[in-house]
């Protein structure tokens, strides 16, 4: 029902732009998010985006670098990532679910997710 694609290997400093199509929900009424783990290191929550998009919310890490959005017409939410580093090596995720605006960073809070897409950032 979510598809994350986008991923890839990228030179630090670089950008990439993660795309996630859903399928079979009511996108629009739920709140979409983008997590992300590295090897050996538990999944950690990178932005969320409200229903509407007027509201997104961001991990320190990502601030300033990257850019949640979301198209409720074309059931669709995107990640744009700048300035990368080698730390944000991962396999990044899509998830969508009505988590409150307290809890937005619990991943055990989303009910549904895409299947990951990888990014490596070589240094």
């Known amino acids: 029902q979510l598809q994350a694609y986008g991923g890839g290997l990228v030179q630090a400093g670089g950008s990439l732009r993660l795309s996630c199509a859903a399928s079979g929900l009511p996108f629009r009424t739920y709140t979409t998010g983008w997590f992300r783990q590295a090897p050996g290191k538990a999944r950690e929550f990178v932005a969320a985006s409200s229903w509407s998009g007027g509201n997104t919310y961001y991990s320190d890490s990502v601030k300033g670098r990257f850019t949640i959005s979301r198209d409720n017409a074309k059931n669709a939410v995107y990640l744009q990532m700048n300035s990368l580093k080698p730390e944000d090596t991962a396999v990044y995720y899509c998830?969508?679910?009505?988590?409150?605006?307290?809890?937005?960073?619990?991943?055990?809070?989303?009910?549904?997710w895409g299947q990951g897409t990888q990014v490596t950032v070589s240094s």
């Open positions: 998830a969508a679910g009505r988590p409150i605006t307290s809890a937005i960073m619990i991943s055990n809070l989303y009910s549904h």
